[in-house]
């Protein structure tokens, strides 16, 4: 039976060097080159790849953010998603994760009611944040088994998954009824690049916006609002001290002058 | 500001309480006298035996259940269990291991608490209950604070001191008695990677290779090095990617984040992309070919040169030294 899946993908500055606003001591991304977030790739390349299996699968790519965002989905769309929908709108910017997993749950509630979502799939983390935590809380919100650090999906069907997860000292086997939201990791696949047929596609595509009441939500359960923790500020941490240079008149020398340094410094 | 409790989630790993979890006890124990409350612990899955070495290691109270459902990981049955723990405790303060265990059950008791949720913080302060993690791959630190009553962490790993056992140490251990509710999720079973390898995420020492190690052979003398100092092994993506060496070693934005006392990077020319996994790192050793590759920027000793030539040589000196006493 076909499935049908949705693919949480962020719009996220393409450099890591982002600098600090110093009138309001946040991050100013303003004027960077957004593009999806490169963990996000590995889920939307797992969805597609489902798809090729089942086929009459349909794939709907979720993002919140600006009103620019619509890129991030047309970027999804090239790469094999067959529609996108944008949360945005005042209510819903400037959440933490708290606030935008509760929207990305409303909005696959919404689809849902439309046509059962079988499976939500999310990145890693992001590039930006970096929380790691959107795909479980969405889990939670909806009452859904979620599991995360996901680096094979074994099997799929309407009803259940048996997915791999990677852990520290090896990996779990773990079998999930559906709906369920899975997180994913590098390992899970190699991402493709769009092609041109997705790329037509994601030309032509119309891509709604939903707003904080689209959703259902209250104002003060959407974005800052709705947040429950607050960047206060930010700032470079300290640049690491200048190092000491190693070397001896032959590599033995140097080699005996790094042990004794890593000695003296108790590092060994 | 009354009243804040705190509870600290001492997750097993393969029925072993997890290093983390100690360092955990540390974090708490600071928090817990600067609150002037006692310092609680929750251990799902685990035995009496454990939960007194918990009040040995600092814990005043430890809630534990022992019941076979926790055995190994489930995020279902472990969030509904840690749930049962704060309904009982009130804490204002959850701290949860920076492990994929502790970040996957932090997901759901934040949503289920109503609470604010930070991943992998690296320092709190007590009195004004912010605390700060890096964002932007470790290009910068955010410092945040929560709107909400109740706090929930994941700290993390190698940040804090592990905290000591005190035998003798009293406090209270008491069984929360737990019945696993319907789950959708199943655990089957677990794959054991590799014996005998020191995992990245816990290790005080690291020796890594990149592109300049040439081919999987060439990870030998990285490993003969880590095997002389005690150390994990690690990759930069170059080398994962030309499969000289398993994903599960690559340290990076995409790989492991790590926080050990020593960082070996050979033949790594220190792109920002690695650097974001391993920056903080107390020290840092480069040795390269390349004087002027940006991991030299980073180092603490800059050892310029071959690395298949120093290696060898860097571990005869370690053997020596180990077969004399050492000077003072
Ligand atoms: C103007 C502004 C103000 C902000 N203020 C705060 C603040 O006060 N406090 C705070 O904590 N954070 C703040 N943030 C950051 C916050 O909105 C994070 O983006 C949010 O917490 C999501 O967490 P993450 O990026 O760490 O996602 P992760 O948990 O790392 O993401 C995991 C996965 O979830 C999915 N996902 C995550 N975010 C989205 C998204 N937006 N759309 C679709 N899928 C997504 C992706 O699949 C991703 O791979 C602010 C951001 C902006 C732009
Ligand atoms: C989205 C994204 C995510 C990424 N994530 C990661 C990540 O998680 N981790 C990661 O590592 N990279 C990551 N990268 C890749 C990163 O940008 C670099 O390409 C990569 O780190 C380079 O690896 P390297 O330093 O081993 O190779 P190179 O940059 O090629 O450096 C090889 C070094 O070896 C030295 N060398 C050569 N021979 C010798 C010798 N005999 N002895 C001593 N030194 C020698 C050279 O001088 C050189 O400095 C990512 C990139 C992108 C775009």
New binding site residues.
């Given amino acids: 039976m076909p499935l049908n899946i949705v693919v949480c993908v962020k719009n996220v500055p393409s450099t890591l060097a982002v600098p600090v606003d110093p009138a309001t001591g946040l991050p100013k991304t303003a004027g960077l080159v957004f593009a999806m977030n490169?963990f996000d790739e590995y889920a939307v390349e797992e969805a597609v790849r489902i798809k090729e299996k089942t086929p009459g699968t349909t794939i709907t790519a979720v993002a919140l953010g600006p009103e620019s965002d619509g890129a991030v989905l047309r970027e999804a769309i090239s790469r094999g998603c067959d529609a996108g929908v944008l949360l945005s709108g005042a209510e819903l910017q400037g959440g933490d994760n708290f606030s935008v997993s509760r929207a990305l749950a409303a909005a696959i509630q919404k689809l849902s009611a439309e046509k059962p979502v079988h499976l939500a799939l999310f990145g890693k983390s992001t590039?930006d944040d970096n929380s790691g935590v959107v795909g479980g809380q969405v889990a939670a919100w909806l009452g859904w088994p979620g599991v995360l650090f996901v680096k094979k999906i074994e099997s799929i069907d309407e009803n259940s998954a048996v997915l791999c997860r990677m852990m520290e000292d090896g990996v779990d086997k773990l079998k999930v009824k559906l709906p369920a939201a899975v997180g994913t990791v590098k390992e899970i696949n190699e991402p493709r690049v769009p092609s041109l047929k997705g790329k037509m596609a994601a030309k032509k595509a119309a891509i709604p916006t939903w707003t904080a009441a689209d959703l259902g939500l209250k104002p003060e359960e959407a974005g800052a609002a709705g947040a429950r923790v607050k960047v206060a500020r930010s700032s470079a941490p300290p640049p690491r001290p200048a190092g000491t240079r190693i070397a001896g008149a032959t590599p033995a020398q140097t080699a005996e002058k790094l042990v004794a340094a890593l000695i003296e410094r108790k590092l060994i | 500001m009354s009243q804040q409790k705190i509870l600290v989630i001492a997750l097993l790993q393969r029925g072993v309480v997890s290093p983390a979890v100690y360092e955990l006890l540390t974090a708490g124990r600071s928090l817990a006298n600067v609150l002037k409350q006692p310092l609680a612990a929750y251990l799902p899955g685990g035995t009496a035996e454990q939960a007194k070495e918990l009040v040995e290691r600092g814990a005043d109270r430890v809630l534990w259940s022992g019941h076979a459902a926790l055995k190994d990981f489930n995020d279902e049955l472990h969030a509904q269990a840690v749930l049962a723990a704060a309904a009982q405790e009130q804490p204002s303060w959850v701290l949860i291991p920076g492990s994929v265990a502790g970040r996957s059950l932090a997901c759901r008791v934040a949503v289920k608490l109503g609470a604010g949720l930070a991943t992998d913080i690296n320092e709190i302060d007590p009195a004004s209950g912010a605390v700060k993690r890096s964002h932007y791959s470790g290009n910068l630190q955010a410092t945040m604070e929560f709107k909400s009553p109740v706090r929930v962490v994941t700290v993390q790993a190698m940040v804090f001191p592990q905290a000591p056992a005190q035998a003798g140490r009293a406090g209270e251990v008491t069984e929360l008695a737990y019945a696993p509710a319907a789950a959708g999720t199943e655990f089957i079973s677990f794959q054991a990677e590799e014996a005998g390898e020191i995992d990245l995420g816990g290790a005080e020492r690291i020796v890594s290779?990149?592109?300049?190690?040439?081919g999987a052979d060439g990870f030998k003398a990285i490993r003969d090095l880590a095997h002389a100092l005690g150390a994990a092994v690690a990759?930069?993506?170059?080398?994962?990617d030309s499969g000289w060496i398993p994903y599960r070693h690559?340290?990076?934005?995409?790989?492991r984040t790590v926080r050990p006392k020593l960082y070996v990077a050979?033949?790594?020319?220190?792109?920002?992309?690695?650097l974001?996994?391993m920056s903080s790192a107390a020290n840092i050793v480069a040795?390269?070919?390349?004087p002027e590759?940006p991991?030299m920027q980073q180092a603490t000793y800059l050892v310029v040169?071959?690395?298949?030539?120093?290696l060898p040589l860097i571990v005869a000196e370690i053997k020596k030294r180990r077969g004399q006493p050492v000077a003072a």
């Fill in positions: 490169p590039n | 290779g990149g592109r300049g190690v040439g990759a930069s993506r170059a080398a994962v690559q340290v990076g934005l995409t790989g050979c033949g790594i020319s220190g792109q920002v992309q690695h974001a996994g040795i390269n070919t390349d590759c991991m040169g071959d690395m298949f030539e120093l």
